[in-house]
């Protein structure tokens, strides 16, 4: 058992030194070119981030508001974004195929809502993902949860699927009712997701310190955007984000839930690709639900 007494808490963190390597997808500059090809469907190379619209959340809630039609709601949106996160049954059914977004799949699962959602298992064999032309799949990662152990098992097995056949992997980071959400806990969850082999982590965003999360973990944190916020917060989230070293952010509800979803998404854009502050991405927005009404 590895000696845990007097361990210190980590200090230097540099936040504010180069990332290594050339590539422009943090820790992916020694993979492989079919791995390094995929990420590239998910961040943009002239920027480095992405703009990620997940709607995978039926894959637990069933039909939540805003994703009550797949095809109606969801795919017109899909154009926008960089990649988009969905189960394979979502994608097969109500996402055309001339999408030119990355394909993220679910690939955990198991308990509804009704039961502990901890307790997932690998869903989706790589060969399918394969089929499906996915550049990444996900996975929930419940570190300090009940089933941790075998959450984290289920991610290195497909790390190692997905080294084998050249397909990124997304670790997400899930938070417990009763576990407390700062930094300190973020870097011990997104930094065993990477050490792992997770090519891509996602995590929530903390006002304490969040820079420190992104800072030690070597692969790139995208943030997720969780519940549904005022439209100006979730822009200053996201702002935030970026600006303490996120790589991106994946948002299903700020978006879906939206007054205008085809406008938060172009205002999110502007904070992730273009650099906008929050208010000046929430005039976009307003411009867009303006000229929606008429």
């Not at 679910?106 to 502990?116: C, F, V």
């Not at 056949?165 to 930094?183: P, S």
């Amino acid at each position: 058992m590895a000696d845990t007494d007097g361990l210190l808490d980590a200090r230097d963190f540099g936040t504010s030194g180069p990332a290594a390597g050339g590539f422009h997808v943090k820790g992916a500059h020694g993979q492989d070119w079919g791995l390094r090809n995929r990420l590239s469907r998910i961040f943009r190379p002239d920027t480095g981030r992405t703009v990620m619209l997940a709607f995978d959340h039926g894959y637990f809630v069933g039909p939540m508001a805003g994703l009550e039609r797949l095809d109606t709601r969801i795919a017109p949106l899909t154009p926008a974004a960089d990649a988009i996160m969905m189960t394979r049954g979502a994608l097969r059914t109500s996402i055309p195929a001339t999408t030119g977004a990355g394909i993220v799949l679910r690939a955990s699962g198991g308990p509804s809502i009704l039961r502990e959602l901890s307790d997932e298992h690998i869903a989706l064999d790589m060969e399918d993902a394969l089929r499906l032309n996915a550049a990444a799949v996900a996975i929930q990662v419940f570190v300090g949860g009940e089933h941790e152990s075998r959450s984290v098992a289920n991610l290195a097995a497909l790390v190692d699927a997905g080294q084998r056949h050249g397909v990124a992997v997304l670790g997400v980071t899930a938070v417990g009712k009763d576990m407390v959400r700062d930094a300190r806990y973020f870097r011990l969850a997104t930094r065993i997701s990477a050490e792992m082999g997770a090519h891509i982590v996602k995590t929530y965003y903390v006002e304490d310190g969040f820079e420190t999360v992104t800072a030690s973990c070597p692969v790139p944190i995208i943030v997720a955007g969780g519940k549904k916020l005022p439209e100006l917060d979730a822009l200053t989230m996201a702002y935030r984000s970026i600006q303490e070293g996120a790589a991106g952010v994946d948002m299903g509800r700020n978006i879906f839930q939206s007054e205008n979803p085809a406008g938060m998404l172009a205002a999110v854009r502007g904070v992730v690709h273009d650099g906008l502050k929050p208010e000046e991405a929430y005039e976009i927005f307003k411009e867009k639900t303006a000229g929606a009404a008429i």
